[in-house]
């Protein structure tokens, strides 16, 4: 199976992210999902065959299902003025034409359960981002209610965990009331959603953005980036959940148990993923959009 980890439009400015390669074209973007993937803050020498289409196709689905005003405008590059000769074959099935906004510098990040660095803080503070829980949960014990625990958005290494009140002094409180009410609306549908397909919606992170359609118009906050994939979000099976315990999950756990039991230091650049790891992985990420969208991928 091929797999894209680059991609290249000669003349076009390019910006790439861990997994995305982002070209801009003045009001609109091209957002490419390539299959790298990354793991503790470096990306991996080799990718996920068709991880970049299962992430685009997962993004479209969401997008429609939710029906929230989103940046997408078409999932052809061919509406763009591409470079003459442009080889489409690395483009098809990973890439969304959107509007180019003005990012909301914040991850809404969405906890409905108690796991990952949100058990971390609990186990030392009692707290999360600040937001006090109950005493005596367990390692992935569901919520009362989810809770809304921001972070930075950082261009490399880790983002950090922010207040709300922190968000706020950036923003602006009717902005930062805006991000919180969506945010915690979209899980809510989502991990509704989510438990009829056989899901448990985990935890989630969200980005926003300003767009104005015409100087004259109210500026809007729209949906923006990758929505409710595997890469964004936290998906167990609910038939083996029970807290107390690390839960089976349809992101790249799977990556990263391997790499701490390989020997990698996290700080030189990482090993080869073996042909069974990339194999897996795949798998999981398949078995996600099908259980998901209810139809087989394309």
């Known amino acids: 199976m091929n797999v894209v980890l680059d991609t290249h439009l000669p003349g076009i400015p390019k910006r790439q992210g861990k997994v995305r390669d982002v070209y801009d074209f003045g009001e609109k973007l091209l957002i490419v999902a390539t299959d790298r993937i990354s793991a503790y803050d470096w990306v991996m020498p080799n990718g996920i065959p068709d991880k970049g289409r299962i992430l685009t196709q997962l993004s479209l689905f969401w997008f429609d299902f939710l029906g929230d005003r989103n940046h997408l405008l078409s999932t052809d590059p061919t509406t763009l003025p591409l470079p003459a000769?442009?080889?489409?074959?690395?483009?098809?099935?990973?890439?969304m034409v959107v509007r180019k906004t003005e990012v909301i510098p914040v991850?809404?990040?969405?906890?409905?359960?108690?796991?990952?660095?949100?058990?971390?803080?609990?186990?030392?503070?009692?707290?999360?981002?600040?937001?006090?829980?109950?005493?005596?949960?367990?390692?992935?014990?569901?919520?009362?209610?989810?809770?809304?625990?921001?972070?930075?958005?950082?261009?490399?290494?880790?983002?950090?965990?922010?207040?709300?009140?922190?968000?706020?002094?950036?923003?602006?409180?009717?902005?930062?009331?805006?991000?919180?009410?969506?945010?915690?609306?979209?899980?809510?549908?989502?991990?509704?959603y989510a438990r009829t397909r056989g899901l448990i919606l985990a935890d989630t992170k969200f980005e926003f953005g300003r767009y104005r359609p015409d100087p004259g118009s109210p500026e809007?906050?729209?949906?923006?980036?990758?929505?409710?994939?595997?890469?964004?979000?936290?998906?167990?099976?609910?038939?083996?959940?029970?807290?107390?315990?690390?839960?089976?999950?349809?992101?790249?756990?799977?990556?990263?148990?391997?790499?701490s039991q390989s020997g990698w230091d996290k700080n030189s650049p990482p090993p080869?993923?073996?042909?069974?790891?990339?194999?897996?992985?795949?798998?999981?990420?398949?078995?996600?959009?099908?259980?998901?969208?209810?139809?087989?991928f394309p």
């Open 107 to 192: 991850e809404c990040v969405v906890r409905g359960y108690l796991t990952g660095s949100g058990w971390s803080d609990y186990q030392r503070t009692g707290r999360v981002s600040g937001i006090l829980l109950p005493p005596g949960l367990l390692e992935a014990s569901e919520l009362a209610d989810p809770i809304f625990t921001p972070s930075t958005k950082a261009e490399s290494g880790h983002d950090m965990p922010i207040s709300i009140e922190e968000v706020s002094a950036q923003c602006g409180q009717d902005l930062t009331t805006t991000i919180h009410d969506r945010s915690l609306s979209i899980y809510r549908r989502a991990a509704e």
């Open 220 to 259: 809007e906050i729209i949906l923006i980036d990758e929505v409710l994939t595997p890469d964004s979000s936290r998906f167990w099976p609910a038939a083996q959940y029970a807290p107390g315990r690390p839960q089976p999950s349809f992101d790249k756990q799977y990556v990263r148990d391997w790499l």
């Open 272 to 296: 080869e993923l073996p042909e069974e790891i990339v194999a897996n992985t795949r798998a999981k990420y398949l078995e996600a959009y099908e259980l998901l969208t209810g139809l087989p």
């Open 85 to 95: 000769g442009t080889d489409l074959s690395p483009l098809e099935g990973r890439s």
